[in-house]
């Protein structure tokens, strides 16, 4: 105790730590101020002061004027609300198909034969696209007078179709277009995944016997968890925020048959000059996307502890 | 020493600046399209020949987005000259204070140069708050030889002989009327037009700003016409998922055989198609009634907040001369508001020209003339008309519920007849 008191080598360790942690407190903060600042300026304050204009009557010129709730009660009963929000729910349950389809794909990429990684790029091609292009070359592929689709149903000897024009199928028919990229997406998210299971477990599964079908479905499915979580999230963001398809194909047409929360946002707050509005849609749309994000963290963090 | 060039550089930069700032004038403007773009920069480079010690900041933006930021323009920091829209369009900025009254302009010898309609369309009371500077004719472009291969000797000149005309059309296999409502506001077009026709502008204004319900038997009278060509599958088919542009593909392959559209279309027309193409007017309806047009007016302003607003008048007054509307219009096949300068010689301009100068009155067309709101919500409606003409009468409260909400109740319910 003495010594150490007298030893000049005992003291330094602790005022080192001390001030090693003062010091990695007060540079944590500054590490963090750039990145917390712009998040807040560009994030959290433009969330706060949409909410905030959503309880305004506002056209962009006038002074705006408080309504209260009134944006959110003729929401309640504004017919093309209900349209956007059921084709959103549309497009989440469509979007399912984006994770089944790219695993699918992934496990058959995931062998290593010579040329897979051409092949690979090749099906990862859409995702590169820009959702723009895509949109144009399936509103083409769709085209009733001079479309792809109609030309191959025509040599089958089918009747021609007129899809984006028809208040029933115009939704899918973008959710199609909107599937090629997604599932490009979410094939390299698996692929990304397959690469880092350990090999060693699939031997130790193929010793105990299991192959094929059985050793896809109970040990690489469950494995690939934490991708899962991934991809499920990001299909669920990309159908609730998908504007580009709707923008680029329809216009949310015919009439608003096709519209989606996202657009009819876009519609109200820039066509309808209705800020206030546009406003509530898109606090609507952020409360339905932290639901289905808090689902999913919970799920996620459930499983993880069981 | 970094710090010393640096700043160099920047008192270099403002000495270029600083000289011009006494005598800035920013004009920002929407004219990004290739034509309209390269008239007005040929403009603004004569008239800082004329004004040399103005210097004019010209900024071009493209006409959607200028839509959008003209708003925080005029209630931020404005320059000193806008360009923007006649009418509804402009009387929504007028309203709160935002457009400056340039009255002392309009001399009476001014005035008289002017088309009376458009001067009508930049007045609000007796005050004027902008320069009409170009205006373009609506109407019926038509392929001559597809007509006459019908039967149909003289373009449908009154409502029987359209009708007519969309029969023996049909008869050849011929569509009658190219239209692509994917971008909804061709539909509107016909909407105008039956308005116009059957029921006059003073109620077609009336109309678009409100003052009568949708749900009028007038309105009805409007979509019982409409749902005569409907019937008749007078329209080019798939119109909901074609834009304008794809609709009139179908004119110069030789599938349809009219199009109600604006003057820009001739722009587009084909070489081999250009002479086979020709222009009338939408036809009458009520015999000894009025004719009146749709002709969207584009005009320039000065913003109230305008720091420059001395610059400002000399380059609105610049604009409103004569042989600077001729310029301007020449190179963008238009038509010139100034009634004294010349048109380009061209058998579609010369005729606009005429049309319109013969009209007994302009509307600017249905999105420009109501609330962008309630332009969006209708004419969602049209198309929806033009799909399912059997879903009338939930369009029509549909239309009329936002034509409440923006306007306001009316006193005495659908005063009709």
């Known amino acids: 105790m003495s010594s150490a008191k007298g030893s000049p080598r005992a003291s330094p360790p602790v005022d080192a730590g001390a001030s090693g942690m003062r010091h990695a407190g007060f540079s944590t903060v500054i590490l963090l101020a750039p990145a917390c600042g712009l998040f807040a300026l560009f994030v959290v304050y433009p969330i706060v002061r949409s909410i905030g204009l959503s ?49 699918v794909l992934a496990v058959f990429l995931h062998q290593h034969l010579p040329g897979m990684r051409l092949v690979r790029s090749l099906f990862f091609m859409p995702f590169v696209i820009s959702q723009v292009v895509v949109g144009l070359v399936f509103s083409w592929f769709f085209n009733a007078r001079f479309g792809l689709l109609n030309e191959l149903l025509a040599a089958l000897g089918l009747p021609p179709v007129a899809l984006l024009d028809s208040e029933r199928w115009s939704v899918y028919t973008m959710i199609v277009a909107g599937l090629w990229p997604q599932t490009a997406y979410c094939m390299i998210l698996y692929l990304t995944g397959l690469a880092t299971l350990p090999a060693e477990l699939i031997g130790a599964a193929r010793v105990d016997g299991a192959r094929g079908w059985s050793l896809f479905r109970h040990v690489v499915v469950p494995e690939l968890r934490p991708v899962h979580f991934i991809v499920a999230m990001v299909c669920a963001v990309a159908a609730l925020r998908s504007f580009d398809y709707v923008m680029i194909m329809t216009l949310g047409g015919p009439f608003n048959s096709s519209t989606v929360l996202a657009y009819y946002m876009y519609e109200q707050t820039f066509l309808g000059l209705r800020y206030g509005y546009g406003a509530a849609i898109a606090t609507v749309l952020l409360a339905l996307m932290s639901c289905i994000i808090l689902m999913l963290l919970w799920r996620l963090f459930h499983r993880e502890r069981v | 020493m970094k710090l010393r060039s640096s700043l160099a550089v920047v008192l270099a930069l403002l000495a270029v600046i600083s000289p011009a700032g006494a005598r800035t004038l920013v004009v920002n403007a929407n004219t990004a399209d290739p034509a309209p773009r390269a008239a007005w920069e040929a403009t603004v480079a004569r008239f800082q020949r004329e004004y040399p010690d103005i210097q004019v900041q010209f900024n071009i933006y493209d006409s959607e987005s200028y839509k959008k930021s003209i708003r925080n323009w005029l209630t931020g920091a404005p320059p000193d000259v806008v360009y923007w829209f006649a009418g509804y369009r402009m009387r929504q900025f007028v309203t709160p204070g935002l457009l400056e009254d340039i009255s002392d302009l309009y001399t009476p010898d001014l ?131 074609s834009s304008w542009q794809e609709s009139q593909a179908l004119l110069y392959s030789g599938k349809a055989a009219m199009m109600l559209i604006g003057n820009f279309i001739v722009a587009n027309f084909p070489a081999d198609v250009r002479d086979r193409m020709d222009f009338v007017a939408f036809p009458s309806i009520r015999r000894d009634f009025g004719r009146f047009e749709d002709a969207p007016v584009n005009t320039i302003h000065i913003p109230a907040g305008a720091r420059n607003k001395e610059d400002a008048r000399r380059f609105l007054a610049f604009v409103m001369r004569a042989d600077v509307q001729e310029a301007i219009n020449k190179a963008t096949l238009q038509i010139p508001v100034n009634l004294r300068a010349a048109v380009a010689d061209d058998r579609f301009i010369v005729r606009g020209r005429d049309l319109l100068a013969r009209a007994d009155g302009l509307a600017q067309y249905f999105d420009r003339d109501t609330s962008e709101d309630l332009a969006n919500i209708a004419m969602k409606g049209f198309q929806e008309f033009m799909l399912y003409p059997e879903r009338l009468e939930a369009t029509l409260v549909t239309i009329e519920r936002a034509r409440a909400r923006i306007y306001g109740a009316l006193p005495v319910p659908a005063a009709a007849k």
């Open chain 1, 55 to 103: 309880f305004y009557d506002w056209n962009g010129v006038d002074i705006p004027r408080w309504i209260g709730f009134d944006n959110y009660r003729e929401l309640f009963v504004d017919p093309v609300f209900h349209t956007a929000l059921a084709n959103n729910l549309r497009w989440l349950a469509c979007y399912l198909a984006a994770p089944v389809m790219g695993l």
């Open chain 2, 111 to 241: 005035k008289a140069s002017i088309h009376r309609s458009a001067l009508d369309l930049v007045s609000v009371g007796e005050k004027q708050y902008g320069v009409p500077y170009t205006y373009y004719q609506v109407g019926l472009y038509f392929r001559r030889d597809l007509l006459a291969a019908a039967g149909v000797a003289e373009p449908p000149g009154d409502w029987r002989s359209l009708v007519s005309a969309c029969d023996k059309l049909k008869a050849k296999g011929i569509e009658p009327f190219a239209v692509g409502t994917r971008d909804l506001w061709p539909a509107a077009g016909w909407f105008d037009y039956l308005d116009l026709r059957l029921n006059g502008l003073a109620f077609h204004m009336d109309l678009m700003r409100g003052a009568i319900a949708y749900t009028d038997t007038r309105v009805r009278d409007i979509f019982e016409r409409w749902r005569e060509l409907l019937e008749k599958n007078c329209f080019s088919r798939n119109h909901a998922s």
